[in-house]
């Protein structure tokens, strides 16, 4: 089991920057593939960007491209997301994920371990 424990979001204005991170215990001795989705209200969970677990392999949604930079720490049990020049379509909750296996998947359903989420609200 991965238990994946995210922070770094809160309230900030259209055109600022938050940076999120996701810490991963238990079994984090397996290869996985991070990632970050978010799930804005009525919508359905949506991918932002992934990373595999060499960090060689990077993904990112059309809408996250050009702002959004994904990243894992030295240790391999953290994945970061540095999101700049936030827009008020951001607005989501942010979930951190990770598979078993280590190469980076789009696929919500690839991943079997979730974090609990953590709110990101932007104002306009």
């Known amino acids: 089991q991965v238990q994946l424990v995210e922070s770094g979001g809160g309230l900030v204005q259209t055109g600022g920057s938050l940076r999120l991170s996701c810490a991963a215990s238990?079994?984090?001795?397996?290869?996985?593939?991070m990632g970050w989705f978010r799930q804005a209200p009525g919508k359905e969970r949506e991918f932002v960007a992934v990373?595999?677990?060499?960090?060689?392999?990077?993904y990112y949604a059309d809408s996250a491209k050009g702002r959004f930079t994904i990243s894992r720490g030295n240790e391999k049990n953290t994945v970061y997301l540095q999101m700049d020049e936030l827009l008020p379509e951001d607005t989501a909750v942010y979930y951190c994920?990770?598979?078993?296996?280590?190469?980076?998947?789009?696929?919500?359903?690839?991943?079997?371990?979730w974090g609990q989420g953590t709110q990101v609200t932007v104002s306009s």
């Open positions: 994920a990770a598979r078993r296996l280590g190469a980076a998947d789009t696929t919500l359903r690839e991943y079997e371990y």
């Open positions: 990373i595999s677990w060499s960090g060689a392999d990077l």
């Open positions: 238990g079994r984090t001795s397996m290869h996985f593939a």
